[in-house]
């Protein structure tokens, strides 16, 4: 007797981590430094105008690029680590960088 086994995921462990519809990391950093700009200028109506437009604003832009991809930000993280060993080209007729000796063909 063989019966299909079913293992069921809860939508939290395949859904992204997301703060108000922007990735979690950014909606934080960009809220703390709009409440910085708004109470460390001191409470004018200027400071909260432009605090409040930059976090709007800012805000905005973040959900519309987490709507395209909810982890860009984690990905371009990486990249930025992988930078030494993947170097960009140019175009098809770059210069070839430098190979190791052990991945060179005999």
Do not use: C, N
């Amino acid at each position: 007797m063989t019966r299909d086994r079913q293992l069921i995921l809860h939508r939290s462990l395949t859904t992204p981590d997301l703060v108000a519809g922007g990735e979690r990391e950014l909606v934080i950093l960009l809220w703390t430094a709009v409440f910085a700009l708004i109470f460390g200028g001191g409470i004018r109506p200027l400071s909260i105008l432009v605090g409040l437009g930059l976090g709007l604003g800012g805000h905005y832009g973040l959900m519309q690029a987490a709507k395209i991809d909810p982890q860009w930000f984690k990905i371009y993280r990486r990249s930025l680590h992988y930078r030494p060993f993947y170097r960009a080209r140019s175009h098809a007729r770059a210069r070839f960088g430098p190979r190791k000796p052990s991945i060179t063909a005999t």
